[in-house]
T-cell receptor, first 110, second 125 residues
């Protein structure tokens, strides 16, 4: 059971917009910044969004992040087939004194 | 710029293993480093972090007293010593680079900006 809660799966057709949620608590998302990682099949995780809503260089602006209270969201607009991957949220947990991840969301592009 | 893990393998319950992660392309001692694992069919689980100077390491509760993280900044290498292994430790172990050097009581504004490909640890009799 992961500390952060994500839906196990999501799906949409090419061109659509999809949102993936990440729910936590006051000891983690409520007081710390949130990062998102993308893991394409057979590859290492890659930083997608950091500090709630910041895109690293090279990440398309189709990807956006937001945070409100104890929840965060990743939105992908103009969905493409190459976006099919696992997406993981992560943040620091003050009570556990360590990093916590969501269980991951498998995105399928129909 | 890359991280390359090694040292994984099959080990019996109660056994030990040492994982290594060789870094290249960046100033290694300027950044904290992490180990993160993913068990089969499960999500990512953070295991441990070590600041850039090697002091004040942090572990997730399930590995405290069994795993030891260390680094050799002269060799640009990160290590994880795994002891008293159980089947629950079976996972793909990744090393990851932090965007910052030190932790001051919180991971806010930190993130993992580079990951290795992982090394597989299988604990089985």
């Amino acid at each position: 059971q992961s500390v952060l809660t994500q839906p196990p799966s999501a799906s949409a057709t090419p061109g659509q917009r999809v949102t993936i949620s990440c729910s936590g608590s006051n000891s983690n998302i409520g007081r710390n910044t949130v990062n998102w990682y993308q893991r394409l099949p057979g590859t290492a995780p890659k930083l997608l969004i950091h500090t709630n809503d910041q895109r690293p260089s090279g990440v398309p602006d189709r990807f956006s992040g937001s945070k409100s209270g104890t929840s965060a969201s990743l939105a992908i607009s103009g969905l493409q087939s190459e976006d099919e991957a696992d997406y993981h949220c992560a943040t620091w947990d003050a009570s556990l004194n360590g990093w916590v991840f969501g269980g991951g969301t498998k995105l399928t592009v129909l | 710029v890359q991280l390359v893990e090694s040292g994984g393998g099959v080990v019996q319950p109660g056994g030990s293993l040492r994982l290594s992660c060789e870094a290249s392309g960046f100033t290694f001692d300027n950044f904290a480093m992490h180990w993160v694992r993913q068990a089969p069919g499960k999500g990512l689980e953070w295991v441990s972090l070590i600041p850039g100077d090697g002091d004040n390491t942090v572990y997730t509760d399930s590995v405290k007293g069994r795993f030891t993280i260390s680094r050799d900044n002269d060799k640009n290498s990160l290590y994880l010593h795994l002891n008293r292994l159980t089947t629950d430790d079976t996972a793909l172990y990744y090393c990851a680079k932090d965007a910052g050097k030190y932790y001051f009581g919180s991971g806010s504004y930190h993130y993992f900006d580079l990951w290795g490909q992982g090394t597989l640890v299988t604990v089985s009799s």
